[in-house]
């Protein structure tokens, strides 16, 4: 399969080919948070070359096409596999074990009561609403924490919370189509939780999105308390700025990871580097391309784990983590040629991330939507199109997810950010 892969030629509208096929030779390399390159082809590598026709002479492809290209990779998996000695050289050593050990407070209960409350109260009139008995929102994995009794004040915060959502992968690149809990806002704004979307580069790795956080932070108003709610590579693009700009760990509270590819996903691994530098290259309409694979190169294991190891995260933030997964049949058709490669590690996964992999060490757990990648945080149009048609599992209840978000941040940080009820 391998073989056939790097010598097929595609004819019709689009053609795509590989010029020479050359062998690859040493390790693929590495690149550290800080920039450097390791592994033995640093100095050099074996140079592949695409070459790409459209019919067209100007204009972009629609994000659809990266999206298409990186599906039907995926139903190959012979093309992609990789040596063995390289990806361990550039690993941290880690190690999976129950959440308790790793340092993780549990706080599924406690979240599960307030998502409950949330969805009992008004749940009925915000979108996506389900039933919230049994895992119809949250699974209830073993060992989750019983109700602790105390009441769920659902009025109006006047705690000066500001939440400021990032987004992950690509999510640039569909702005027009979808936007980070955009049905969710009206819902946490009127019960007095501001919020503030960053806007970064799709396509961007994580050092130059942890730029863009920071210069955003840096405008908000000084009395904000800032609580950062992220999603897929959101995640990890907020913890590098954390670490990368003092000033901006000083002024926040809170970062809260949905789906957040924490330790990375393997699915980073399982492209060939020279597929990885062709999709992130393709001229999308609507989000200019990286650095070389600079975004990829920010979601492999080896840079996350790396990452962790290395920089230690400012202790005087709060961190929670909510990883969900979905059945195989309540993931969009979209996501399923991936949730079937992660599934032959591990079945618990959203489509793209490894449920284990989704939570920040040394914070709170607070749950496990039973939401798909995109469902989770990400509403798209129910109008029909293309790309509606392969997100085929959108249904979720978002606005009291990011609600219930808000309320258990608010209530953890304190009394000190009481509320008007």
């Excluded at 790396?306 to 983590?321: D, G, K």
């Amino acid at each position: 399969m391998a073989g056939r892969c790097c010598s097929r030629r595609r004819s019709g509208v689009t053609r795509l080919g590989r010029e020479g096929c050359p062998r690859r030779q040493g390790a693929s390399p590495f690149v550290s948070p800080g920039g450097e390159v390791f592994g033995a082809t640093a100095g050099r590598l074996p140079r592949v070359r695409w070459t790409m026709r459209f019919p067209f002479a100007t204009g972009g492809l629609p994000v659809w096409a990266l999206g298409g290209l990186l599906l039907v990779a995926g139903l190959f998996p012979g093309c992609a596999r990789r040596p063995v000695a390289p990806l361990a050289h550039a690993m941290s050593p880690s190690v999976l074990v129950p959440a308790g050990l790793a340092g993780i407070q549990d706080g599924r209960g406690r979240f599960r009561e307030i998502m409950t409350a949330i969805m009992a109260d008004h749940g009925a009139f915000l979108p996506g609403d389900r039933s919230s008995d049994g895992d119809g929102i949250l699974w209830r994995l073993a060992g989750e924490p019983g109700p602790t009794g105390r009441p769920v004040p659902l009025g109006v915060s006047t705690a000066g919370i500001r939440l400021v959502l990032v987004p992950g992968l690509l999510a640039e690149c569909v702005s027009e189509s979808s936007l980070l809990f955009d049905d969710a806002r009206p819902d946490v704004e009127r019960y007095g939780y501001a919020t503030t979307l960053v806007r970064t580069g799709g396509r961007w790795g994580s050092a130059r999105n942890a730029a863009i956080i920071h210069e955003v932070v840096a405008k908000l108003p000084e009395n904000d308390t800032i609580v950062f709610v992220t999603h897929s590579k959101g995640a990890v693009d907020v913890l590098e700025a954390l670490v990368s700009y003092p000033d901006l760990a000083a002024r926040t509270a809170a970062v809260v990871s949905v789906a957040g590819a924490i330790d990375g996903s393997p699915l980073a691994e399982t492209f060939s580097d020279g597929l990885l530098r062709f999709a992130e290259s393709m001229p999308l309409s609507s989000c200019p391309p990286g650095e070389g694979t600079e975004a990829l190169d920010s979601l492999k294991r080896a840079y996350r784990l790396r990452f962790l190891a290395e920089h230690r995260l400012p202790a005087r933030v709060r961190y929670y983590s909510l990883a969900a997964f979905a059945s195989r049949e309540e993931t969009s058709a979209i996501l399923r040629p991936f949730y079937d490669i992660l599934a032959k590690t591990d079945a618990l996964n959203d489509g793209l991330v490894i449920a284990a992999d989704a939570i920040i060490p040394g914070g709170t757990l607070l749950g496990y939507p039973n939401a798909d990648h995109l469902a989770v945080a990400m509403p798209f149009s129910k109008k029909p199109s293309l790309l509606t048609s392969v997100i085929s599992k959108n249904s979720y209840p978002r606005p009291a997810l990011l609600e219930a978000i808000a309320r258990y941040v608010e209530e953890d940080l304190g009394p000190e950010k009481g509320r008007e009820n």
